[in-house]
């Protein structure tokens, strides 16, 4: 049996924006919605220590908010809740395990003002053995159906490909496949590329990637696929194609404790510049 989809809450309105996004997706795909808020015990040294019954009361009451806003949005939507003394990335990590994917807010009730990524994201999307979907506050309308996915032809990017079909076959949409490419770097001294030779190379990319997704075109005959391989910048071409998708799927190469090895530089920078919610998918 598939494991729930998994959202962190911590009463923030980025959380509740997640559990909206986490409630819808798993009314799709016909899990149950988990929802996880971590409260982590003090330390021995601390000045102040709040009162159990006052926490019990706070706790109780962000994850009643949070149910409300997912059943008004998933009427019928089976869901479950826990509340973890520890911390929220080591709480949201166990709780993964045994998840379908890890939903969370870009940014939570801590941190510092002006940062677009909270460390809770950037712990859960470099560590997590599940995808993970970053939510961040950009508006997403519900009629939004197509899934966007990076494809480079690594092997990182076989399993975010996987997932975007996955996210487009339950959300009765379309998945649209970037690749894009540079010309290799040559010497100082030689010429440039002419447009000849860019097309080839342009050509012969597009024949790469249609090789590449053919399983996939047979796996899911239902999904619309649209391919996109450009001469671009990776981060500059996602950034362009995701401008009204509901998801856009990245790949990273690893689970480290240095989120921004982990991530990849694709991915960590989508973080910091899609305009719609980003799922991070590790290669097994």
Known sequence: ???????????????????????????????????????????????????????????????????????????????????????????????????????????????????????????????????????????????????????????????AVAEAFAAAAVGSGTVRVVRAWNPPVLPVSTRGFSSGEREAIGVAEEGSLERRLAPWRDRYPSVEVRTEVVESRPVAALVRAAQDARLLVVGASGRHALSPLALGSTAHAMLHRSPCPVMVAHAP
């Not at 809450?9 to 799709?28: C, H, I, K, N, P």
């Not at 016909?30 to 021995?44: C, E, I, K, N, T």
């Open 1 to 159: 049996m598939q494991g729930p989809v998994v959202v962190g809450v911590d009463d923030s309105d980025a959380s509740l924006r997640a559990v909206e996004w986490a409630a819808e997706e798993a009314r799709r795909r016909g899990l149950r919605l988990s929802m996880v808020m971590a409260f982590p015990a003090p330390s021995p040294d601390s000045a102040f220590i709040w009162p159990q019954e006052e926490i019990d009361r706070n706790t109780r009451a962000a994850l009643d908010r949070a149910e409300e806003r997912a059943t008004s949005l998933a009427p019928g939507l089976d869901v479950d809740r826990t509340v973890v003394t520890k911390s929220a990335p080591l709480a949201l990590l166990q709780h993964a395990e045994k998840a379908a994917m890890l939903v969370v807010g870009l940014r939570g009730r801590g941190g510092f003002p002006g940062l677009r990524v909270g460390s809770v994201a950037y712990r859960v999307a470099a560590r997590a053995p599940v995808p993970v979907v970053v939510v961040g506050p950009e508006p997403v309308s519900g009629d939004r159906r197509e899934v966007v996915v990076g494809e480079d032809g690594s092997s990182h990017a076989e399993r």
